[in-house]
Every structure is written in C-alpha cells, then in structure tokens.
T-cell receptor, first 112, second 111 residues
Framework: KAGVTQTPRYLIKTRGQQVTLSCSPI?????VSWYQQTPGQGLQFLFE???????NKGNFPGRFSGRQFSNSRSEMNVSTLELGDSALYLC???????????FGPGTRLTVL | EDQVTQSPEALRLQEGESSSLNCSYT??????LFWYRQDPGKGPEFLFT???AGEEKEKERLKATLTKKESFLHITAPKPEDSATYLC????????????FGTGTRLKVLA
C-alpha cells in the first residue's frame, strides 16, 4: 500500500507571497491532519479534515487554511508568507480521527 | 491543559547499551498514546500505539509500556541505525482529534 505523499517536497518563497501544499493520504484513509514542525516549537497541530469537513483547528492565524476534496486529498494554503513560516509541513492520514496517524515525508518551506 | 513532556532531550549510548526514554503526559482522558521515530529531514515513522495502562508493545529492539501518567520506550542492545529522534504524542478523549506532541528525545548510538 502506498504511503502518504506530499508535494512539492521543497519550496522557496519570499515574504508576502502565498503557497499551496498538497497531500494525498493512504488509500482508504478519510482523515487528514496537518502539522508544522520547527526546531524551536516542535510539531504543532494546524488542522484536521475528515470527509471534507474541518473537525479541529490549532492555534494558528487565519493566514493558514486548508481544504479536503471528495477523494480525501488535502491542500494547505498559507497567504502573506512571513519569515517565521519557514518550517517542515507534515501531513498525516488515518482511517478515522481516533486512530493511528501515518505521516508523509513533509514539505520543506523556506521563506526569504 | 493537555501536555506531553519527554526526557531526556538527548541521549548518547554505546552500541549494545540498553536504556529507556520517558514520556510523561497530562490529559483529561487518554484516547491513545503514540510513539514515532523521526530521521533528519523526514516525516515521523509510526512505531506503536498504546491505549490503556499496563499495555505493552514490542518491535525488534524496542518495547513501549504505558502507565496512567507516563510511557517508556525501552531500547535493548541498540545499534547505530537506531539513532533518530523519538517522538511521543497523545490524543485525548476531549472530542478533538489532534495529537499533542512532546519535543522528542534525540538518540545517538555510537559504534
């Protein structure tokens, strides 16, 4: 079974730009969660989607948004990028919210 | 507030030197506790899920145990390839589905 895939793997953007990251979950998984990982803060929860509905949201500003499509694929968008948004963005999928999550390889975002 | 604390932050072991990593947690109700391994620049790799106190899981040189307040990841006779950051996360019964992660233990196993 193929694992969680994330595209692109690396991104370089400048301040003020916006970016869209994509995540394809493991086949059959309907829950997709997004996390931001930085050396100082560790893994921080962004939001979780299940069957195209956002079920929970972490403490991030409104510049961070997401959506999930009918095939369970998910996208995350960050608008008006700031230097502090530089991080590894991780996507995780699971069969349901209350179950083990499996992570993708991440997208490394660098904001200059 | 739900919280996860991992110790030590970093650990250096000689090959074959067994040790344990600790994950202390505070949650209103535990739905599950998860252990992951993460190599530099990669996504976390799932190791174990524990649901109730007294539960134990094993995989190769790793064994995870759970009590009502903490979990231990025991590493027996580690090898250099076990070097990684080990992450612990909890999921509460509060109705949300997010994981709360600890900051991890960086393990280095020397040959």
């Amino acid at each position: 079974k193929a694992g969680v895939t994330q595209t692109p793997r690396y991104l370089i953007k400048t301040r003020g730009q916006q970016v869209t990251l994509s995540c394809s979950p493991i086949s059959g998984h309907r829950s997709v969660s997004w996390y931001q990982q930085t050396p100082g803060q560790g893994l921080q929860f962004l939001f979780e989607y299940f069957s195209e509905t956002q079920r929970n949201k972490g403490n991030f500003p409104g510049r961070f948004s997401g959506r999930q499509f009918s095939n369970s694929r998910s996208e995350m968008n960050v608008s008006t990028l700031e230097l502090g948004d530089s991080a590894l963005y991780l996507c995780a999928s699971g069969t349901a919210g209350a179950d083990t999550q499996y992570f993708g390889p991440g997208t490394r975002l660098t904001v200059l | 507030e739900d919280q996860v604390t991992q110790s030590p932050e970093a650990l250096r072991l000689q090959e074959g030197e067994s040790s344990s990593l600790n994950c202390s947690y505070t949650v209103s109700g535990l739905r599950g506790l998860f252990w992951y391994r993460q190599d530099p620049g990669k996504g976390p790799e799932f190791l174990f899920t524990l649901y109730s106190a007294g539960e134990e899981k094993e995989k190769e040189r790793l064994k995870a145990t759970l009590t009502k307040k903490e979990s231990f990841l025991h590493i027996t006779a580690p090898k250099p390839e076990d070097s990684a950051t080990y992450l612990c996360a909890v999921q509460s019964t509060s109705g949300t589905y997010k994981y709360i992660f600890g900051t991890g233990t960086r393990l280095k196993v020397l040959a």
